[in-house]
């Protein structure tokens, strides 16, 4: 929580008064939690091409993923925010014989029904949203009643069942009752044009008691019309387990109504039932699965009164518990042998055998005739196949055929069990999902033989205990019931691939550079989740370069690439000493100097080198000449034809080039800038009358297309400039040309060339008089955006980020300085009059320690595109910045530009110093660009490849324990990390350790384990700076002795706990050989944890903070105590103490005063008081309370008289303290609901994102991080951002307009009661005030189209006052086309608004 220190001012200066903070709630970060799913055709356009859609609840999200086939990949195409538990989805096929209008199905593809715990039941369908995305629709939603009118109780809503032909679905509660809905296709009067399909007649049956699963059966083939739901009961009289059985008939005419068929009590020695499977190969029949076995029950034995149910043991875990069936899934069917009969069973397949039931006599007729028994025997071959996923991690197969018989086969991992990380889970999730089989027409060619081989099954398996992966099982093959199961041919094997990443249970997390570490539960061998936020980069040494010895430590001064016919590529390195050439071999692939131009380069100092098109011609620029090179047929012993162009004058000397092309013509033209000393007279008397002046000017010189043409002699245009150029650089842009020229002054020039002048090979003087038309000139003056000190800041290089409608120039300083310059208006259009010469922004960032330099992304025209220039535009809009580090500037149509870092890469990123594209314009990828890197210390040439969409990269840095608190120390940059060793079956109870981790490497510095019993709860780092400096870790445990029957009391409260102080210190080096090398890149040779000094206390160490160097403070159990360091003593003195009722759970320090949070009181404000004298004592006392009783699991100062808390249930709130002391109650502020338990509130953004403050953002004056992260338990990161009253008053009045739309329009939030965009879960009362919620407010431009946004600012008269009031007091007004039309200006304010606010989060 340190890091709160320099945070507080933010929000402090920021907010000027507490009582009307306004923040913006943002997600940084998804959940990776995937609750429930459903499989069908979703798209419009869904091809039938092996292709799946997919509808998961992720987090607060409502996700569409697309399945890329069997087995080969989930991409997610879109998502929409949701402000309810998702409990159950399910997709509904519109049935064979209804009339569903053609213009109703352009709108989408299937529905799906989604069910939310608050009650709301609702119909959603993916439509097709502008030219090539999708976005989930609501079409119509209501509430489940339960038999209740007023809907007050919900039942505690447990699932959604769906009818198989989707004439009806069920809403199933946990304790007694089951809702039918009946739905009406293609009722076109109730339901209009969007949606098919109306909820008709709704039902509700009470059952009588607890339900513990229900399913409706696969219908026979003559039954269409007739509906059969079983449900398992636990019955409150007579306290035993039911099986009931409903049925419902679907006539086109008529009310329908449920009855109840027959009861059928489980035997007394079966356990509880956990799920129902129908099997749709056995119509009315189903599996039955209860804690330890599964059953074979068909709805003839329930109407009988048939108890002698069919049943198989299931495998028990080594310790004699149950291995509960987490998830089922229905997969295809397969064929079991001829000689497989109920009663010829062996032990080896079914280890149970309980007595017949009557009823299998009318299934084992006697023998048929031959031609009988042949057609007969085919249709009871047919298996039905389902797999199971337990606790454990185990996958069952069990076959089930209708003689019945139930075959067990545990699906085994592909790798020996030792070495299988599909086994090493703790747990399969609630979701598996049955893909599809690769050949299903597999099992029909086998009919004939003793063994069937069964197809290639996939699935996706998900949930909160394991990544989201495709499971593929192959090799099954089902042998004779009679053979022994065991055999190695009846064992199929499974390969799990990981797709998608699942970062929940987040327990606790810390920030890095670009960089958030966090700790899960999920993994019991131990693992550190890490995510990197930006553009992933990989990295490939190619060369080390060297010219000659005496070139060993020279340094590279610049970079160039080209494509020679019929030698490939070629690169060009100016070195300090001389410039070298390499190019690579096509035959082996290798890099290696090429001498033919080589030899061409020697005595050189070159500023500029490529070639003029796709000819054999290579231009060079260098100090004294511009040349042209013809390397056709050139070996290593002859000299390429050459055709100087131009020469300096004796007191000339070229310092830099460039190259401009006529994007009409395709001619070219050499700009140099140009360095002389001229004579000039002196009116002082001396022996020489004349000095010599410096004098900087820009030329540019014609550059013939081939050798043959005559140039007419020393053709050139100049331009003068009053300080020395420090750089210079051309671009394409739209139509024209321009040259952007930086100086020593600083001063950024801006040049526009006439094309048809170019084009024409004139001599026209670039200097032209005011009013001139032929050339457009702009002068920028950068001084005044630079700091006081000038040292290093010179112009290094210049980039122009430009589209049609917004330009940004970039301006790269020698000292690591990016300035970003904000242009109202735009470059591409070529006109640049007085209005449009405005500066609107200057931002100045420091990205690096080196000298800023630019490269650009190549992106290939389109092919569909009329315009022919639409590639130099599209290419202009984003940049590679180069200081040390990388990052990549991206210039967004509304004229932001945001600005990523690049990670990966290993260390060359680190020190990276030119890049320039390794691959053509005409072959460029959208998506990966690839990239030559030099860097400063080595003499390595790199191929790079940089993934331009920004994205979070989630790895597992592996350790010993499964991790619990993790915390980051700023001086090493190690982690430290509290765990849970594995427990051992002697070991009843739990063990943790201290692990120090260096996350570069995942080297494990240190370990050392703490006493059997003992959880740590609370780390902190404390550095302590004097004439000794240490970096103390502080570990707060609980104990939890064993209960009195032997098993762990982790559950219970700890009794008691520790206080333990560790130094965190380098490790003595051990005499190494002197031939042994290090790592340069090593920082240190590894560290230690050392033993300072503990204390026993009562209740468990829960929260730790330090209170300056000599001070500690420590929440123990129901208590709040300050402890003083004695330095010499290397111990802690109790200085004071405070009771409190309730067990604490959070500490955070703000000078001297103290923030703790409560268990039931939510926080306290105390205050610390050290003796002024020996005669005084310490002094804490409570100052203030919160007066809302919330369980509050983490707190935090946001300044002086504001502090945050975050809830177990999921709860955001900001408690301003009271200006006087008298006042004890703290006033609650603002809140907001996240719908998931959080545990932890860190400063700052895991993204290294430098972006221009937007005018909404409640900055302090120094621009410091102003932004909160909060952490989910499924895995989020959420992000609070301190915003101004007037952005909060629009916002909030653009939901008051979206909600007011109604649940037929698009803006309406989903799964929302009355409206209301709260996450709030059933028992939760505590109101949103205060925040708004970002997810939503994104919906505004992510989810609705041009025509409904406009709708949306029309409905709300105020809505469109606040926001072109708004845009009038802003300096934006270019970057909004100030059409006429209100309404026009007001949405494109509204969108820049909410982008910029995104932008801040988002990663």
Partial sequence: MSGFASFATAWEASTGSTRKVRAYLGQTLNSGLIKCAALGKLRPDHSSGGELDMLAAVGSLLCLFLVDGPGMGVTNVCSTPVYSNVLDIACLHAPANSQIPTSINEHGGELCAVLSENGVFALVRVERFHAKDYRIRLLSETKAYMGLDDGSCLRMLRKLVTDPLSRLLCLVSWIEYIEFVYLDWADSESTGSQCPVALGVRLNVEVGGAICDAAILAPAKAELQRVLLVAAVVDNQRQSVFLHLYESWVRPSGSPSVVLLAKLPLPFNMTTPLHIVPLPEHPECFLLVTENEVAFVSALQILSGDVYLYRQNLPQLPSGDCDLVKAFSVAGTTVVSPSSTAGTESPHSRRTIVPRSPLLDSWLEPPLSEARRSSEMVASLVAQKVYLATQSGALLLVTVSSRPSILLTKVCGALPSAEDTSQTRASWGNVLLFLGAEDPAADVAQLGSTTSVSAVDYFFASGDSLDHSVIRVAGMSTPDTNADTTADAAVPTRLVRRVLTNQSPMIDFVLGSNMAYWTSGRNPGGAIHHAQFGHATGVEELIEIRANKADDRAATLQLWHFTLPLVGP???????????????????????????????????????????????????????????????????????????????????????????????????????????LVDQPTESPSLDSHSKRRHSFIRVIAIPDSLDTRVLGHAAVEMQFAHEISCVRSLTLGDNIYVAVGTYEPRLHVLRLDTELVAMGLDLPLSLPDGASKTDRMDIDCTESLAPSRAGQVINDIYILCSIEACCILVGLRDGTLLQLTLDGSLVSGTMDEERRHIANVTRDIVGMTPVRFATVPVAASADSDNEDIGAVAGSQRAVIVAGSMFIADLKPLGQVTITACFGGGHLLDRVRFVIPATDKEG????????????????????????????CHIDELAISCEPRRVICDSETNLLVVAGVLAQSPGTPFPTSCLSVLDPHDGRIHAECKLRPGELVHALETWHIHGSRSYRYICVGTGMYPPTSDGRSGALARAKSGRLIIYNLKAAKRKSQPKTLTTDPNSTNSGYELKYVWESEREGSVSALAHLGDKYLVVAAGSSCLVLKLDVVQKRLIECCEIPLRFPATGLHVRESDIVVGSQREGVHVLRFT????????????????????????????????????????????????????????????????????CTRIRLGSPVRRLRRPEQALAWSADNSDSRVLINSVDGALWTLLSITDDAFVLLRQLETAMVAMGPTHAAYPLLAVGGSISRARRSSKLPVVGIVDGAFSMTFIEGLTEAEQHQVVQSSPELQRLALQLFSNSNCQSQCRAEPDGVQIAVEYITQLIYGLGQACVC
């Fill in 570 to 676: 070629c690169l060009v390195l100016q070195r300090a000493q001389a410039a070298v050439a390499i190019a690579k071999d096509e035959g082996t692939g290798e890099w290696q100097v090429y001498q033919a131009l080589q030899q061409m380069l020697v005595g050189k100092c070159v500023l500029f080198i490529g070639v003029l098109g796709p000819s054999d011609l290579v231009l060079c620029i260098s100090s004294d000449c511009v040349e042209i090179w013809s390397m056709a047929g050139l070996s290593e012993n002859s000299h390429a034809t050459s055709l100087k162009l131009a020469s300096a004058q004796p007191s000339e000397v070229f310092t830099h080039g460039a190259v401009a092309t006529s994007p009409r013509s395709g001619h070219s033209r050499a700009i140099l800038s140009v360095e002389s």
């Fill in 924 to 951: 460029a990828s959208d998506t990966t660009k690839q990239y030559y890197a030099v860097d400063d210390t080595s003499d390595a040439l790199s191929l790079l490849s940089i993934d331009l969409a920004p994205q």
């Fill in 1170 to 1237: 050290p003796a002024a004298s020996s005669d005084s004592y310490d002094e804490l006392r409570l100052l203030h309370s919160a007066r809302y009783g919330v369980y509050t699991t983490d707190v935090g100062y946001l300044s002086s008289d504001l502090v945050l808390g975050v809830s177990s249930d999921g709860y955001v709130y900001a408690m301003g303290i009271p200006s006087h002391l008298g006042e004890f109650a703290l006033d609650y502020i603002m809140g907001i609901h996240l719908g998931s338990e």
